[in-house]
């Protein structure tokens, strides 16, 4: 579903990304530790088509098409998913009625007939139900007086809403409370499926006790360096990343 | 704010001809019924007028604001005329429509409270008497205003009572290029509460001057709430003066929607004369290619506890402008004071031109004061989260655009108009129909 192939990313004069490659098929979960500073969040955010990052070389394919010349809207339509590590608030535009907006316009891409507004309403109590999203947040302006727990659960109910086939969980788990996480990774186990794949990143083993990955890999100043099963998780909780990290000099550069 | 001395400098000279100007203000200042107090301050208006001129552009106050091609043209004067304003009192609700200035017809509901007249009406003359007592005097827009207003039409909402009014100047393509000199007074006695809608429209080809005048008394402990809709149109040209005092204890809510037009000038200075006395200036500017909206506020602290929440919101598109020149003056012994004063804006465009200002003059210590300024294009931040969940880059900006200007239509207490407004606000951004239908 997903192949990244020796991907180099650049912001500003800066490497951050170094020769990153990824095999991901459909239905698998992923999951990406690392170390802050080590390029995680680059690559979520490469894979949703953020402004501000250069590839300087290797390339992202995505159900047999080149991601990285698709519009974020594009992506989205063809069923990429971004969860922000940081949700944006937009003042003024209501939380439902955007969702609304752009899950019509994924619809339309898919050939799906639009959902009116009954039919959404349907959907969406069904969603906010699963992640336990109190609905009178809902209908507030995007993310404004959110908490920090409420913006990671509206994160995971637009991901429920939007159906999509390739989900990029950007360290949900931070700031979360361990209820929280458990509500969180409910939801984000609900919908696994055999056409949905993902990658989760994060910091910490505990979001993968929830979700337990397929695959794990080590994260490290912009490239892969380890790669294993679930019980690699759980042995970077025992002894950290430091058995990975190059000498202080070099890593300075690297971290942001 | 300038000195008058600065504003005597090399003024423009007054359109349209000097010997039209005069007639016009002579007829009007000698025709039968005329107040003699009326027809001297016509007079004394006129001579002002004559000699110093408009203000141009090197006058501090009219940086931005070039009013000579406006003034320039040879505009017809609206005649004068007395209307019978049927049903004697307005009930509690009232709409009002005034052609090219002039009034059509009432249509008197049930209920109330709500008292209008034409200042020509003997019965109303003390009423008519506060005419000029609030607009500034050595401005030259008031003074073209009280020389050539018709009749003034006097609003007086009786003591405890709950009114709503709804006037509308309208200007029409069949006497075109129009001067209109629209004139109100509003009383809004002890305890009353006024909601009063007062929109410009009119026809797009009308080309109309309108030079408005509006003095309000917000009597102890009364609320006026005025939103004023001044609608676009390449032809418009729209120099207003508001002045409003508050008493004791009172409320003066001004929501000024400036959608556009050729030149749009919009004066409004508060005096909270009352201990405890608020204002609410809610502000909306919207300018596109060929459309210049200015608006200057004056908010004056003379007494103790009171209160001013302002903010005025601009967006420009195209080759448009926005200026916004705001000042809070705390007089010395207006202790407690609570003002908070912003300006934001948002640039659509390369062309787009933003002049923002607004400042404080404090003379006084015990207060809570602050003001800012804000110039910016969308947050490409909310652009990117709206795309990424699957909205075209169009439709994500075009929404943005709408919530920032949806956010003055939101402070509308009344939902109905607020709704009413939004479609129109909508109508006026680019893409805005299309991102409110699809909120």
Redesign the interface.
């Known amino acids: 579903m997903l192949s990244i192939e020796d991907l180099h990313v650049s912001v500003g004069d800066r490497p951050i990304l170094r020769g990153l490659s990824l095999e991901i098929r459909s239905g698998e979960v992923h999951a990406l530790m690392g170390p802050n500073g080590s390029g995680k969040s680059t690559l979520a955010s490469v894979l ?4 501000g990052y250069v590839v300087t070389g290797g390339r992202v394919t995505y159900l047999g098409r080149d991601l990285l010349a698709m ?3 594009e ?3 063809e069923g990429v ?2 969860a ?1 590590q940081y ?2 608030e ?5 939380n439902l ?3 609304k ?3 019509n ?2 619809r339309r ?1 898919r050939g799906q007939p639009e959902l009116d507004a009954m039919d959404f309403m349907k959907v969406a109590r069904g969603h906010m139900r699963l992640v336990e999203l109190d609905e009178a947040l809902a209908t507030r ?2 993310n404004q007086g959110f908490s920090g727990g409420e913006k990671k659960r509206n994160e995971m109910f ?1 991901m429920a809403m ?1 159906e999509p086939r390739l989900a990029v969980l950007d360290e949900t788990d931070s700031g979360l409370d361990i209820d929280a996480l458990r509500v969180v990774a409910g939801g984000v186990n609900a919908l696994r499926s055999p056409e949905r794949s993902m990658i989760v990143i994060t910091h910490y083993q505990r979001l993968l006790e929830h979700i337990v990955p397929d695959v794990v890999h080590v994260f490290v100043d912009g490239r892969i360096v380890e790669t294993g099963g679930r019980n690699l998780a759980e042995r970077l909780e025992a002894e950290g990343y430091a058995r990975y990290e190059r000498a202080p000099g070099a890593r300075a550069k690297a971290a942001p | 704010m300038t000195s008058p001395a600065r504003n005597r400098r090399r003024a423009v000279e007054v359109p349209p001809l000097l010997e039209a100007f005069r007639a016009d203000v002579e007829a009007r200042a000698s025709r039968a019924g005329e107040p003699a107090d009326l027809a001297r301050r016509r007079r004394e208006a006129s001579e002002l007028l004559t000699r110093e001129g408009f203000p141009h552009s090197g006058v501090e106050a009219y940086r931005f604001t070039d009013v000579r091609a406006v003034l320039a043209q040879p505009h017809r004067v609206v005649p004068p005329a007395r209307p019978e304003l049927p049903g004697g009192n307005g009930g509690a609700t009232s709409t009002l429509v005034l052609e090219n200035g002039l009034p059509t017809p009432l249509r008197p509901h049930e209920g109330r409270g709500l008292r209008l007249r034409w200042s020509g009406s003997p019965e109303r003359a003390d009423i008519a008497e506060r005419l000029g007592e609030l607009a500034p005097s050595d401005s030259a827009f008031v003074a073209q205003n009280t020389a050539l207003f018709g009749e003034a039409l006097l609003v007086e909402v009786e003591p405890g009572a709950r009114a709503s009014l709804r006037t509308v100047t309208r200007a029409l393509a069949s006497v075109s290029p129009v001067l209109a000199a629209p004139r109100t007074l509003v009383v809004a006695r002890e305890g009353s509460s006024l909601e009063w809608i007062d929109a410009l429209e009119g026809e797009p080809e009308a080309a109309h001057l309108s030079s408005g005048v509006t003095e309000i008394f917000v009597e102890a402990g009364a609320r006026v709430e005025h939103v004023r809709v001044a609608a676009s149109g390449p032809r418009r040209a729209d120099l207003t003066t508001i002045a409003a005092r508050v008493a004791t204890g009172g409320r003066y809510v001004s929501r000024l929607f400036s959608l556009g037009g050729a030149l749009t000038r919009v004066d409004l200075r508060v005096e909270l004369r009352g201990e405890g006395a608020s204002t609410v200036l809610d502000g909306l500017s919207l300018a596109d290619s060929g459309e210049l909206v200015d608006h200057h506020t004056h908010v004056r602290h003379a007494a103790p506890g009171c209160t001013t929440e302002e903010l005025h919101k601009g967006i420009v598109s195209g080759q448009g402008h926005v200026v916004f020149d705001g000042v809070i003056h705390v007089a010395k012994g207006a202790r407690g004071t609570v003002a908070h004063q912003q300006s934001r804006n948002l640039v659509l465009s390369r062309g787009g031109r933003v002049n923002t200002k607004p400042h404080l003059e404090i003379d006084h210590d015990d207060v809570k004061c602050s003001h800012g300024a804000t110039v910016g294009r969308l947050d ?3 652009l ?10 169009a ?2 900006r075009a ?2 655009v ?3 200007a ?2 003055m239509v ?1 402070r509308i207490p009344d939902r109905r108009l607020g709704d009413e407004l939004g479609r129109r606000v909508a109508a006026r951004l680019p893409g805005g129909t299309l991102a409110l239908e ?2």
């Open positions: 949703a088509g953020r402004d519009a974020p809207e992506r989205a339509r998913f971004l922000f949700p944006i937009i003042p003024g535009v209501s009625y955007f969702l907006a752009g899950v316009a994924v891409h302006s995007v637009q939007l | 490409p931040a909310q990117f989260y709206l795309r990424a969940r699957g909205l075209p880059e439709e994500a929404t943005l709408l919530a920032f949806r956010e939101e699809a909120l």
